[in-house]
Every structure is written in structure tokens, then in C-alpha cells.
């Protein structure tokens, strides 16, 4: 039974690998991505095949030397089978854990650091058990852990964070002083010299970092690159300056483009041969620590684990496998695909929809930014200063609002200077032996370039910065929660056995399999019939045809959230009011959304049409009256009867009900005609309005003469009042919308479009 045991432990982490990997690409993806997608050098589908070779060559070139999971860490002659086991299970279900949480926000974190500080955290549990076992003191943990070795990747890793954004901040200022956003134009000697460069810095990156075990590089390449780094740097750099000249020149080749697929090659690769240990490390060193205490005939209580500290390298056919895994996962997951966004929109040198909100310490940081700017520009001499700003000032090139999603987030100076900085700064870390993030280092130079590419702007810098220091935060919490984490489950573990195991791998199926179910229902709401359309038509009689789905969703919406209000506050149900509440707010934000595109809107529109921006912030403003009335009698149905006021009297349910069953009738004709496009049935509609304006005349009327004889809250008065003025309110706003769309509307017209839409 003892080895059965052990066995399926074997083959729960040989499982828990093959999750590990789907999730941690799902996560790394962003390193090696984010450039050439963000600039849309390549096509979509080329940028992926150049990255599956890239990590097909690094799972193939691996060391396989997994030296963090088997002694980086821990020292393996201090510990048993039985707990070394024990340790690797509580690392592998924390990080596919923790890995798939951070997917399914769409944050990127660090598969070394999770690892690490999983490793970390589930060693000190059991060496904590142990010293307790014989009595010893805290100071006995040095014995067991190598806390040298954690020291210097902590420290290493927050280094790489400062000095990543900061080089990559000054490169891309003297990148683009020097080249200017208009790029094109320039002589091709500028981008032959520039390509050199960049080019030579990835291809001493993918030697000396991506392939530096393999076997095909051994010997004499390999020497001379250890031996002789100046004189290999110089070589690399004359030749491919003179080759980028002669390929541009020729007019074949975009010499900016050859480096950003150089570069995602580079890094994918990287990304597959070192980050390979994060994922399959610790399944591989049990997977040999089990066949030498199998081969040994001695108890898992007693067999010493000394043997993990020599150097086994992994088979070849795992690797292969490993790197078949991480391709697939790549092709698709759609979990890879919102991490790579998060990154890529954090870097958008164009404003647009801000992810992530503004809070107190990004707001104090774009005031002391701005202020430090203020006083750096009294000390540059003007004309310096103006030579600069002409080469930070972009082209405009006219883009139809409805091409705007197809346009590159940043261009391919900047893809180009993010792949460069990225690869010299992990190539150096490697060669000195410092370890780092390969995720922190490409995200933190993304950002960086960003900054000094000037794409945080007055219009989006405060919601940039925030997104940046919650990705940061995330990185910290990344540590801290896989320490704890580890060191609980490893405990749990330990104590419990095969039954906490059980319980344990059940648990973390379950967890995995709610998020996947989360993500896609999340994923299906984002693209639900119910959210708003922007318009994208060039003329009135366009924007009606368009909008009108909006309108017809609007009213549907509406007379859903109203009738909700009413039907919660006869019933006192707090939880479908709370709901209601939701989604009078939710009606708001995207009718908000909407208002936000009227700048694109009306910079889209030609001499011939501009009578149409009118309609739109008319349209828009009706909208935003229809959606403010609901979000406040949502907003005090809820709150009356969350602080528990007293209930509404049977007369004031029953007059709510009288106007709701009333306004049903005219919400559903106006959703009808809307979805028909049948605008001809809103005379009809409009002819209730005077009737409808009488009837909550009447009730106020009513309440009145009320108050002043028998009523005796004050709260339901202000309620009733509330409701009934907010719903004379809401038909303004909505019979104002109709006569809008009944006075433009001409049939006889056929609505302009904007082209190729």
C-alpha cells in the first residue's frame, strides 16, 4: 500500500505538470507576445508560428539541469522521501492554483517567483515540523533551507524591476530622438544601424542565454562567445548593419519588422528553455527522487534525499512533450489572449477605454511627474527642448473610427527597442549568474519605452500608472500568497496523508474547473446581445438604422430595471432590489461608454454629414436623462429597504404598479418599433405622452393631499415623491428621444456608411 502510494502521487504530479504548463503559458505568452501583437508588425497567425518555433527550440535545447526545484532552495541531504514528496505536491497544486487565478483576471505574474516562494513556503513548513519534532530553535531553519540562494533571487528580482523600466525608458528617448515617430522617411543607413544593433543584441541574447546548453553550440561557437564577447559583438553588428542596408535598400525587407521577429523568436524560445523548470521541474525531480528510493529498499520515513543534489539531466521525449504542451496551450487559450491584453493596453500610445482605475498613489505620482517635468523644462535650453518635441510629434494619418481597433497599439520603433532592451537585460543577468523574472523584465520595459514614448498622456496617465502598480502589486502578493499557501497545504498534507491528498487534488479540480466555467460566462457577457454598440455611420439617417438596436436594448433594459424597482419595493425583496440596483448602474456605464465616443465620432465625420453629430449628443443626452432616472429610483428602492423604513402603504404600491403597467405598454410599442425599424409607429406612441404626464400629475396630487391628513413617515413620503418625480422625468427624457427619431427619420434616404466598416 506504502508504494502504491507513492506511485500515484508520481502520476497526480505528472498530471498537475500538464495543467501547470497550459496555465503558466496562459501567463508568459505576454512576455514574448506582447511587442509584435501590440505593433502589429505580422500578421497574427505568423507572429504565433514564429513564436512555436521559437519555444519548440527552447524545449528541445533545455538543460534539463531542473537545479531550483531539486537544491536551489532547500537543502535535499536535510529531508526524507516521504517529506520531499510531500513538498512537491503542496508546490505543484499552489501554483496551478495561484497561476489560473491571475489568468482569470488577466494579470501577468512570475512563474519563477510563484515557484520559488513555493518551494520556499512549503520547505519551512516541514522543516518547521521537524525542528519542533527535536526540539530545536528558529535558527535551526538555515540547516535545512538555502537562504543565500533565496536571498539573491528576492534581491535580484526587485532589482530587474527598477532597472528594466529605467533602461528601457532612457533607450527609447535616444531611440526616438534620434529616429523620430515619423521613421519612414528616414535614410535607410538610420534603420540599417539601428537593425544592426538591435539585431546583434538578440542573437548574443539567443546564444548566450536561449542556447547555451545545447549540444549543437558546444565547443568552438561556444567558446569563442565566452572568450571573446567584444570581438563576436562587433562581428554580428558590421554584418547585419550591412545586410539590413543592402535588404532595404532592395526594398524587400522591413528592417524594423526583422527585428521584432527576431525578437519574439528570441524570447519565446528563452522563455521556453529557462522557464521550463517552473513548470516541470518539480514533477521531474519526483519523478527521480521516487526511482532511487525504489531502487534502494529503504522506508520513505528514512531514505536521505542527498541524491537530488547531482546533476541528472531530463530525457529529451519529456522535453519534446513538454514543449508540444506549452504550443498547443498557446494556439488556444483564450485566458493567454487577456493577459497579453492587460500588457499591450497598459503600453497604447493612443487613448481609448482605461482598464484600470485611478487611486490616491498614482495620482500623487503623475503630480510629482509632472511637476519634476516642469522644472527639468526650465533647465533645457528652448531650442534644445523644441528640436526635441519635433521628433515626439506623430504624423496624423486620417482612420475611420471603424478601422481604429485595427491599428497598432504602438509602432515598430518602439516593438523593436521593447525585444532589444528585454533580450541585452536578461542575456546580461545570465551571464553574471544574476537570476530574474523574465516577466517582470519584459513588462517593465514595455512600460518604460511607454513613458518615454510619451503614451502616458495628461488624458491617460493617472488609469496607466495605476494599472502598472496593480500589476506590481500583484507580483508581491504573487510571493507572499505562494509562501503561505504552499507552507499551509504542505502542512495539511503532512499531517493528513493520502486522504488530505485526495481531498486536496479534489479541490483544486473543482477550483480549476468553477474559474474555467467563470471565465467563459464572463467571456459570453462581454460579447452578449445586451451591451451598447458604438455608432460608426457618417450621416442621421445612418446613426437612426444603427442605433436603432441600441434604443430598442435601452428601452427593453429600462422597462426590465423599472418594473424590478417597483415589483422589490412591494414585495421588500432586498436581494432582487440589490440585482436591480446592478443593473440600473451597469445601463449607465455603457451609456457613459457611448458619450465617451463622441470625440471619435465627430472626428470621423466629413464636411457633408456633420448635421449628424448633432443628433448623436442629442440622441446621447436623451439616453443619459432615460439612464440617470433609472439608476436613482433603483439606487432609493434599494436603500429604503436596506436601512428597513417602513413599508410602502397598499394605495402607493398600488398607484406605482397603475404607471408601471402603463409605461410597459409604451416601452414595449417603442422596443418594437425600434427593433422593426418601424418609426412610423412612434406618432402613435408620442400621442400617449400628455396621458401619461397627467397620470403621475394625478398621483402626486394624491400623496399630497395625503401628507397633509393621514400620512405619518417621512421617509415614505420622500421615497413616493422621489419615485413618481424621477418617473416624470424619465418619459421627458424618452418622449424627447422619440420625437428626435420621429422628426429626422426619412425613409426616402438610403443612410450613409462609413466604407469598408
Given at each position: 500500500?506504502?508504494?502504491?502510494?507513492?506511485?500515484?502521487?508520481?502520476?497526480?504530479?505528472?498530471?498537475?505538470?500538464?495543467?501547470?504548463?497550459?496555465?503558466?503559458?496562459?501567463?508568459?505568452?505576454?512576455?514574448?507576445?506582447?511587442?509584435?501583437?501590440?505593433?502589429?508588425?505580422?500578421?497574427?497567425?505568423?507572429?504565433?508560428?514564429?513564436?512555436?518555433?521559437?519555444?519548440?527550440?527552447?524545449?528541445?535545447?533545455?538543460?534539463?539541469?531542473?537545479?531550483?526545484?531539486?537544491?536551489?532552495?532547500?537543502?535535499?541531504?536535510?529531508?526524507?522521501?516521504?517529506?520531499?514528496?510531500?513538498?512537491?505536491?503542496?508546490?505543484?497544486?499552489?501554483d496551478i492554483l495561484l497561476l489560473d487565478f491571475f489568468n482569470t483576471l488577466g494579470m501577468p505574474t512570475s512563474t519563477t517567483v510563484s515557484i520559488v516562494f513555493e518551494l520556499l513556503?512549503?520547505?519551512?513548513?516541514?522543516?518547521?515540523?521537524?525542528?519542533?519534532?527535536?526540539?530545536?530553535?528558529?535558527?535551526?531553519?538555515?540547516?535545512?533551507?538555502?537562504?543565500?540562494?533565496?536571498?539573491?533571487?528576492?534581491?535580484?528580482?526587485?532589482?530587474?524591476?527598477?532597472?528594466?523600466?529605467?533602461?528601457?525608458?532612457?533607450?527609447?528617448?535616444?531611440?526616438?530622438?534620434?529616429?523620430?515617430?515619423?521613421?519612414?522617411?528616414?535614410?535607410?543607413?538610420?534603420?540599417?544601424?539601428?537593425?544592426?544593433?538591435?539585431?546583434?543584441?538578440?542573437?548574443?541574447?539567443?546564444?548566450?542565454?536561449?542556447?547555451?546548453?545545447?549540444?549543437?553550440?558546444?565547443?568552438?561557437?561556444?567558446?569563442?562567445?565566452?572568450?571573446?564577447?567584444?570581438?563576436?559583438?562587433?562581428?554580428?553588428?558590421?554584418?547585419?548593419?550591412?545586410?539590413?542596408?543592402?535588404?532595404?535598400?532592395?526594398?524587400?525587407?522591413?528592417?524594423?519588422?526583422?527585428?521584432?521577429?527576431?525578437?519574439?523568436?528570441?524570447?519565446?524560445?528563452?522563455?521556453?528553455?529557462?522557464?521550463?523548470?517552473?513548470?516541470?521541474?518539480?514533477?521531474?525531480?519526483?519523478?527521480?527522487?521516487?526511482?532511487?528510493?525504489?531502487?534502494?529498499?529503504?522506508?520513505?520515513?528514512?531514505?536521505?534525499?542527498?541524491?537530488?543534489?547531482?546533476?541528472?539531466?531530463?530525457?529529451?521525449?519529456?522535453?519534446?512533450?513538454?514543449?508540444?504542451?506549452?504550443?498547443?496551450?498557446?494556439?488556444?487559450?483564450?485566458?493567454?489572449?487577456?493577459?497579453?491584453?492587460?500588457?499591450?493596453?497598459?503600453?497604447?500610445?493612443?487613448?481609448?477605454?482605461?482598464?484600470?482605475?485611478?487611486?490616491?498613489?498614482?495620482?500623487?505620482?503623475?503630480?510629482?511627474?509632472?511637476?519634476?517635468?516642469?522644472?527639468?523644462?526650465?533647465?533645457?535650453?528652448?531650442?534644445?527642448?523644441?528640436?526635441?518635441?519635433?521628433?515626439?510629434?506623430?504624423?496624423?494619418?486620417?482612420?475611420?473610427?471603424?478601422?481604429?481597433?485595427?491599428?497598432?497599439?504602438?509602432?515598430?520603433?518602439?516593438?523593436?527597442?521593447?525585444?532589444?532592451?528585454?533580450?541585452?537585460?536578461?542575456?546580461?543577468a545570465t551571464s553574471m549568474k544574476l537570476p530574474l523574472s523574465t516577466t517582470y523584465v519584459t513588462f517593465m520595459v514595455a512600460m518604460g519605452t511607454s513613458l518615454a514614448d510619451r503614451?502616458?498622456?495628461?488624458?491617460?496617465?493617472?488609469?496607466?500608472?495605476?494599472?502598472?502598480?496593480?500589476?506590481?502589486?500583484?507580483?508581491?502578493?504573487?510571493?507572499?500568497?505562494?509562501?503561505?499557501?504552499?507552507?499551509?497545504?504542505?502542512?495539511?498534507?503532512?499531517?493528513?496523508?493520502?486522504?488530505?491528498?485526495?481531498?486536496?487534488?479534489?479541490?483544486?479540480?473543482?477550483?480549476?474547473?468553477?474559474?474555467?466555467?467563470?471565465?467563459?460566462?464572463?467571456?459570453?457577457?462581454?460579447?452578449?446581445?445586451?451591451?451598447?454598440?458604438?455608432?460608426?455611420?457618417?450621416?442621421?439617417?445612418?446613426?437612426?438604422?444603427?442605433?436603432?438596436?441600441?434604443?430598442?436594448?435601452?428601452?427593453?433594459?429600462?422597462?426590465?430595471?423599472?418594473?424590478?424597482?417597483?415589483?422589490?419595493?412591494?414585495?421588500?425583496?432586498?436581494?432582487?432590489?440589490?440585482?436591480?440596483?446592478?443593473?440600473?448602474?451597469?445601463?449607465?456605464?455603457?451609456?457613459?461608454?457611448?458619450?465617451?465616443?463622441?470625440?471619435?465620432?465627430?472626428?470621423?465625420?466629413?464636411?457633408?454629414?456633420?448635421?449628424?453629430?448633432?443628433?448623436?449628443?442629442?440622441?446621447?443626452?436623451?439616453?443619459?436623462?432615460?439612464?440617470?432616472?433609472?439608476?436613482?429610483?433603483?439606487?432609493?428602492?434599494?436603500?429604503?429597504?436596506?436601512?428597513?423604513?417602513?413599508?410602502?402603504?397598499?394605495?402607493?404600491?398600488?398607484?406605482?404598479?397603475?404607471?408601471?403597467?402603463?409605461?410597459?405598454?409604451?416601452?414595449?410599442?417603442?422596443?418594437?418599433?425600434?427593433?422593426?425599424?418601424?418609426?412610423?409607429?412612434?406618432?402613435?406612441?408620442?400621442?400617449?405622452?400628455?396621458?401619461?404626464?397627467?397620470?403621475?400629475?394625478?398621483?402626486?396630487?394624491?400623496?399630497?393631499?395625503?401628507?397633509?391628513?393621514?400620512?405619518?413617515?417621512?421617509?415614505?413620503?420622500?421615497?413616493?415623491?422621489?419615485?413618481?418625480?424621477?418617473?416624470?422625468?424619465?418619459?421627458?427624457?424618452?418622449?424627447?428621444?422619440?420625437?428626435?427619431?420621429?422628426?429626422?427619420?426619412?425613409?426616402?434616404?438610403?443612410?450613409?456608411?462609413?466604407?469598408?466598416?
Open positions: 500500500m506504502g508504494e502504491n502510494i507513492y506511485i500515484f502521487m508520481v502520476v497526480a504530479l505528472g498530471v498537475l505538470a500538464i495543467t501547470d504548463l497550459v496555465v503558466g503559458v496562459s501567463n508568459d505568452a505576454v512576455n514574448f507576445l506582447n511587442s509584435a501583437i501590440g505593433s502589429k508588425a505580422l500578421s497574427f497567425k505568423t507572429i504565433m508560428i514564429v513564436a512555436s518555433i521559437g519555444i519548440a527550440f527552447g524545449a528541445v535545447s533545455s538543460s534539463g539541469m531542473m537545479e531550483v526545484a531539486r537544491k536551489g532552495i532547500f537543502n535535499p541531504g536535510e529531508f526524507v522521501f516521504e517529506e520531499i514528496m510531500f513538498i512537491f505536491m503542496a508546490v505543484m497544486i499552489t513556503g512549503a520547505s519551512v513548513a516541514i522543516s518547521l515540523f521537524k525542528i519542533a519534532k527535536t526540539e530545536g530553535g528558529f535558527a535551526d531553519l538555515a540547516t535545512y533551507i538555502n537562504t543565500d540562494k533565496a536571498a539573491e533571487i528576492i534581491f535580484g528580482i526587485l532589482l530587474s524591476v527598477f532597472i528594466a523600466f529605467t533602461v528601457g525608458a532612457l533607450v527609447q528617448f535616444v531611440s526616438r530622438v534620434w529616429i523620430s515617430f515619423d521613421f519612414k522617411s528616414k535614410t535607410k543607413w538610420i534603420e540599417s544601424i539601428f537593425g544592426g544593433l538591435a539585431i546583434t543584441a538578440i542573437v548574443y541574447f539567443i546564444l548566450v542565454k536561449g542556447l547555451k546548453s545545447a549540444a549543437l553550440f558546444n565547443g568552438v561557437i561556444s567558446d569563442f562567445v565566452a572568450t571573446q564577447p567584444e570581438l563576436f559583438l562587433l562581428g554580428n553588428f558590421a554584418f547585419w548593419t550591412v545586410s539590413s542596408y543592402l535588404l532595404a535598400t532592395m526594398g524587400k525587407v522591413n528592417i524594423y519588422k526583422m527585428v521584432i521577429g527576431f525578437g519574439t523568436f528570441a524570447l519565446a524560445m528563452a522563455f521556453a528553455g529557462n522557464d521550463l523548470v517552473n513548470f516541470i521541474g518539480v514533477p521531474i525531480a519526483a519523478l527521480q527522487s521516487y526511482q532511487d528510493w525504489q531502487v534502494s529498499g529503504i522506508p520513505p520515513a528514512d531514505f536521505n534525499m542527498g541524491g537530488l543534489s547531482a546533476a541528472v539531466r531530463t530525457p529529451t521525449l519529456l522535453l519534446l512533450l513538454s514543449g508540444a504542451v506549452m504550443i498547443l496551450t498557446l494556439w488556444f487559450s483564450s485566458k493567454a489572449k487577456g493577459v497579453v491584453k492587460t500588457s499591450v493596453d497598459l503600453a497604447r500610445q493612443d487613448e481609448g477605454d482605461e482598464r484600470f482605475q485611478p487611486n490616491y498613489l498614482s495620482r500623487q505620482i503623475v503630480k510629482l511627474s509632472i511637476a519634476a517635468f516642469e522644472t527639468l523644462s526650465k533647465i533645457i535650453p528652448p531650442a534644445l527642448q523644441s528640436r526635441i518635441d519635433k521628433q515626439f510629434v506623430i504624423p496624423y494619418t486620417y482612420v475611420p473610427k471603424s478601422k481604429v481597433q485595427d491599428m497598432p497599439a504602438f509602432d515598430l520603433v518602439r516593438a523593436s527597442v521593447n525585444l532589444m532592451v528585454a533580450s541585452i537585460l536578461i542575456s546580461l503614451a502616458w498622456g495628461a488624458e491617460s496617465a493617472v488609469y496607466r500608472v495605476a494599472g502598472v502598480l496593480n500589476v506590481i502589486g500583484g507580483w508581491f502578493f504573487t510571493a507572499l500568497s505562494a509562501f503561505i499557501a504552499s507552507a499551509i497545504i504542505a502542512y495539511i498534507l503532512f499531517m493528513g496523508k493520502f486522504i488530505a491528498l485526495a481531498l486536496m487534488l479534489v479541490a483544486a479540480a473543482a477550483i480549476l474547473l468553477r474559474n474555467y466555467m467563470s471565465h467563459n460566462k464572463k467571456s459570453k457577457e462581454i460579447k452578449a446581445e445586451d451591451s451598447l454598440r458604438r455608432a460608426e455611420s457618417s450621416s442621421i439617417q445612418g446613426v437612426i438604422e444603427e442605433s436603432a438596436a441600441n434604443i430598442a436594448n435601452v428601452v427593453k433594459r429600462s422597462n426590465r430595471i423599472y418594473s424590478n424597482s417597483i415589483n422589490g419595493l412591494a414585495k421588500q425583496d432586498l436581494d432582487s432590489l440589490k440585482r436591480n440596483k446592478k443593473q440600473g448602474n451597469k445601463l449607465s456605464e455603457e451609456i457613459d461608454d457611448l458619450r465617451n465616443h463622441t470625440f471619435y465620432f465627430i472626428k470621423n465625420l466629413d464636411e457633408a454629414h456633420v448635421g449628424a453629430s448633432n443628433f448623436y449628443l442629442n440622441a446621447m443626452g436623451h439616453l443619459n436623462d432615460m439612464s440617470q432616472s433609472l439608476e436613482y429610483i433603483g439606487k432609493v428602492s434599494f436603500n429604503h429597504v436596506n436601512n428597513n423604513h417602513k413599508k410602502l402603504k397598499y394605495n402607493q404600491i398600488k398607484e406605482l404598479k397603475e404607471i408601471d403597467q402603463k409605461l410597459e405598454e409604451v416601452f414595449n410599442k417603442t422596443q418594437k418599433a425600434f427593433e422593426e425599424r418601424s418609426f412610423q409607429q412612434i406618432g402613435a406612441i408620442l400621442n400617449t405622452k400628455q396621458e401619461l404626464y397627467d397620470m403621475v400629475s394625478q398621483k402626486i396630487d394624491r400623496q399630497v393631499s395625503r401628507t397633509r391628513t393621514e400620512e405619518s413617515s417621512p421617509k415614505n413620503t420622500t421615497l413616493y415623491f422621489s419615485i413618481l418625480m424621477e418617473s416624470k422625468d424619465l418619459i421627458t427624457a424618452m418622449m424627447d428621444l422619440l420625437e428626435l427619431y420621429y422628426a429626422e427619420h426619412d425613409s426616402t434616404i438610403t443612410p450613409a456608411k462609413i466604407e469598408n466598416k
